[in-house]
């Protein structure tokens, strides 16, 4: 038949680049990812060329590190864009990342074992850790007998810990930082060609010590090895000059109009001169972002819309005039414009499907893959539809970024908080704020459910579901999970599982104080088991904690409360031996 016919047409043209493709490491399958980034951002550029040409000037005076700071949607992402693709074309050497784009850009210790691979390569060196995305590898300290560990950390106190952590003995930041620096040196002293690192959206880590400390920046960044970075105005940048740093600002007003026509040109369209003048004038229009989903809006036109034109008259003044009301409609904030958008899919779309999708993908950490929202949207009740996805998908193209993974997440954290703000908007509405908080919370427990049937050597199962059981504030499910897994040594991923759950319980610890575990082990159930969790405590979570006062003060409010269940099964099951056996 002709479809098969077009089909084998286009497996012929693909089959080659499949074939290249399987042969990529993941680091290189990695880089074209953030290179695609790259260049479809840069695509889009325009009025800025001037602020860029400054900054390549800074680069090419010697700066070593150079910090763009900026609110929400300021275009810091395309300028960094820009200036990949520009040092690239200038013939540098450039390592770009945009954090959160990749499964490798999520986490600061996968940050610096990226750059580490990276100088590896340029220096022609073995590489020590083969990176694989979304599993962190296991420090030293994983390897130690545990029959040692056990008897060291039952003479340890809270002091003791945090001693060793200072020393930096059993850290892998600590041993990746240590690399690092000694790579950059090895580099700066090798006689080689520029190196241009450019780390985007800092903010979009996983916030953890390392992140708060800036453990990604080289200490030692010399003319051979330099660094751009990006981050929110509110990102703290500890120890970074005021000189080193740099304000990214609202578009001025004589530059809008070209910002949008260059983000029409990528898109090979066309708005009337009347109609980009309007949207230039609206209140939000200093935000590149607020132009580029405003575009989308407008180029979002069904039979609807054009229903509506052919009453006023059909032709481009009829066009145009529909498209002058829909700015007038549109809201003036970030936020708002993204629920205008998320409405207007919905209406298209047909029922309750775009707007419980979308708040699902919200309340995740790092989006969902379509199977997870099919069967949320089902357990919901809410009929799904797998043409209506691609619909969705396509008419907020905008919104989205692909995960290796197969997570479709959102592509700026404003475009999630507009969608959280409306969701708790409409709840407080029906049921008032603190029920409105519990439904939040239903909807964590929703998604967590979904993971727990999902098979237990699924990727996202492992990365996500401890952290979906914390937002829950399920313990008694913490407590079963642990210990099965702390508890097998023949479970293939158990490795990977309690890895992630150490880090995601860290991060849930550092917001709550530790309250939410602490509560764990001290009330853990009846006749629940305690050991299992003592020796995660000793063997997994010590390692997530880092140096800092709040991290210390939160484990040992841990530590605190796993003294106390070390104690109790001493008391209740004691033996010769119970002194080595238990962790605290």
């Not at 850009?105 to 340029?122: A, G, K, M, V």
């Not at 560990?149 to 020393?167: F, I, L, M, P």
Request: hydrophobic letters at 40%; a negative charge.
């Amino acid at each position: 038949t002709f479809v098969e016919l077009v089909t084998q047409d286009v497996k012929g043209l693909m089959e080659q680049e499949w074939q290249e493709y399987a042969l990529l490491s993941p680091f290189e399958r990695d880089q074209r990812a953030q290179w695609d980034m790259a260049r479809q951002k840069s695509g889009q550029f325009a009025a800025r060329e001037a602020l860029v040409e400054d900054y390549i000037g800074k680069i090419n005076g010697g700066q070593r590190l150079l910090a763009l700071k900026g609110v929400t949607g300021s275009g810091k992402s395309t300028l960094m864009a820009r200036l990949a693709v520009r040092l690239s074309e200038a013939g540098e050497i450039v390592l770009p990342v945009f954090c959160g784009h990749t499964a490798m850009s999520n986490d600061t210790l996968d940050l610096i074992r990226y750059q580490i691979y990276w100088l590896e390569e340029q220096l022609g060196l073995p590489h020590q850790e083969q990176l694989a995305a979304g599993k962190e590898l296991r420090g030293e300290s994983g390897e130690e007998n545990a029959q040692d560990a056990a008897e060291q950390a039952g003479e340890e106190n809270a002091q003791d810990a945090a001693d060793r952590k200072t020393s930096g003995q059993a850290d892998p930041v600590q041993r990746s930082v240590t690399r690092l620096a000694e790579l950059v040196a090895a580099y700066t002293s090798s006689g080689g060609k520029r190196l241009m690192i450019l780390l985007d959206a800092l903010d979009q880590l996983m916030p953890d010590d390392a992140r708060d400390r800036l453990f990604f920046i080289p200490s030692n960044l010399s003319e051979k090895v330099q660094m751009v970075i990006s981050c929110l105005d509110t990102f703290s940048l500890p120890g970074v000059r005021a000189d080193e740093m740099e304000a990214v600002s609202s578009l001025e007003e004589a530059d809008r109009g070209e910002v949008i026509r260059g983000i029409l040109s990528f898109q090979g369209r066309e708005l009337e001169t009347i109609v980009i003048e309007k949207m230039a004038q609206k209140r939000a229009s200093a935000s590149p972002l607020y132009l580029s989903l405003l575009i989308q809006r407008l180029l979002m036109m069904n039979r609807h819309d054009f229903d509506q034109i052919t009453a006023g008259g059909d032709g481009m003044a009829a066009i145009s005039a529909h498209q002058l009301a829909l700015l007038d409609e549109a809201d003036d904030t970030l936020e708002g414009v993204c629920v205008d958008l998320l409405e207007a899919a919905s209406a298209r779309i047909g029922g309750g499907f775009v707007k419980t999708a979308a708040r699902y993908m919200a309340v995740s950490r790092h989006g969902l893959r379509e199977s997870d929202i099919e069967s949320l949207l089902m357990r919901a009740g809410v009929e799904y539809n797998s043409l209506d996805f691609s619909f969705f998908i396509r008419y907020m193209r905008s919104f989205f970024i692909l995960r290796d993974d197969g997570r479709y997440d959102f592509a700026h954290r404003s475009i999630r908080e507009g969608i959280l703000a409306d969701c708790r908007e409409d709840m407080e509405t029906d049921a008032g704020q603190e029920e409105a908080a519990d439904r939040i919370r239903l909807l964590h427990g929703e998604i967590f459910a979904h993971l727990e049937g999902l098979k237990e050597e699924d990727p996202v199962r492992i990365r996500e579901i401890t952290y979906h059981a914390c937002m829950a504030g399920d313990r008694e499910f913490l407590v079963r999970y642990l210990t099965r897994y702390e508890a097998s040594d023949s479970i293939p991923v158990r490795e990977e599982i309690l890895t992630a759950a150490a880090k995601d319980i860290h991060d849930d610890s550092l917001a709550d104080g530790g309250a939410l575990f602490s509560s764990l082990l001290e009330h853990r159930g009846t006749g629940m088991p305690g050991r299992e969790l003592l020796l995660f405590v000793n063997f997994w979570l010590d390692d997530a904690f880092g140096i800092s006062q709040k991290e210390l003060l939160t484990e040992q409010r841990i530590a605190e409360a796993a003294i106390g269940l070390a104690r109790e099964l001493l008391k209740k099951n004691g033996t010769d031996q119970s002194p080595r056996d238990l962790t605290t």
